[in-house]
């Protein structure tokens, strides 16, 4: 059966300093476009339906450079819009609310864990469409990707929470006996 496979863009001096980067545009450092062309290394040969990726360029510029051609730039694969939280790092935040945990609380300002798993589910329901052609890639984001993994397995949003998401790493998602499982994840 065919797959999803999950690549999250590379290294960003944001990503490097723990910074939340969600509507903010920057781009790759050039550690992080080493790590797309070894990303396209690791895929090379690989056939894809349909590439379906973020609009931000962290993730754009990593389809490129890893040789994947974009058939959708997608909204929906956008990082979690994080709100009043946008360049900030966790640590920070805890400052003032020490109990803050994203994958519960959302953000103020921004996106709550029912929104993006709505975004999330809408857009799961159209890579699963392309999946009679052949196997899909999704490029974007940690925390959005986090929650590719968790709603793929029919899990809440908060699950995505445990879930580790490297820059710069694939995951693989699939069937057993026709259910939904991830077959590979965090994977350099």
Same mark, same amino acid.
């Given at each position: 059966?065919?797959?999803?496979?999950?690549?999250?863009?590379?290294?960003? &001096?944001?990503?490097?300093?723990?910074?939340?980067? !969600?509507?903010?545009?920057? /781009?790759? #450092?050039?550690?992080? &476009?080493?790590?797309?062309?070894?990303?396209?290394?690791?895929?090379? !040969?690989?056939?894809?339906?349909?590439?379906?990726?973020? /609009?931000?360029?962290?993730?754009?510029?990593?389809?490129?450079?890893?040789?994947?051609?974009?058939? *959708?730039?997608?909204?929906?694969?956008?990082?979690?819009?994080?709100?009043?939280?946008? %360049?900030?790092?966790?640590? *920070?935040?805890?400052?003032?609310? @020490?109990?803050?945990?994203?994958?519960?609380?959302?953000? @103020?300002?921004?996106?709550? /864990?029912?929104?993006?798993?709505?975004?999330?589910?809408?857009?799961?329901?159209?890579?699963? +469409?392309?999946?009679?052609?052949?196997?899909?890639?999704?490029?974007?984001? %940690?925390?959005?990707? +986090?929650?590719?993994?968790?709603?793929?397995? &029919?899990?809440?949003?908060?699950?995505? !929470?445990?879930?580790?998401?490297? #820059?710069? #790493?694939?995951?693989?998602?699939?069937?057993?006996?026709?259910?939904?499982?991830?077959? &590979?994840?965090?994977?350099?």
């Amino acid at each position: 059966m065919a797959e999803i496979v999950l690549v999250r863009h590379g290294q960003t &001096e944001w990503s490097v300093a723990g910074r939340h980067t !969600g509507r903010t545009d920057i /781009p790759l #450092t050039a550690e992080g &476009e080493q790590q797309a062309h070894a990303i396209g290394a690791r895929i090379a !040969g690989r056939e894809f339906a349909a590439v379906l990726c973020s /609009p931000r360029i962290r993730a754009r510029r990593t389809a490129e450079l890893a040789g994947l051609e974009v058939t *959708e730039v997608d909204e929906d694969l956008a990082e979690w819009d994080y709100g009043d939280y946008e %360049g900030i790092t966790t640590a *920070e935040i805890h400052k003032t609310d @020490p109990d803050w945990y994203l994958w519960d609380d959302g953000v @103020p300002g921004g996106e709550s /864990p029912d929104q993006i798993g709505t975004r999330i589910d809408r857009l799961l329901a159209k890579a699963r +469409r392309h999946l009679d052609d052949g196997d899909v890639a999704l490029v974007a984001h %940690g925390h959005a990707l +986090r929650v590719v993994g968790a709603r793929w397995i &029919e899990e809440p949003v908060r699950v995505g !929470g445990r879930l580790r998401l490297d #820059t710069a #790493t694939l995951c693989r998602l699939g069937f057993e006996h026709g259910r939904p499982v991830i077959l &590979e994840w965090n994977s350099r």
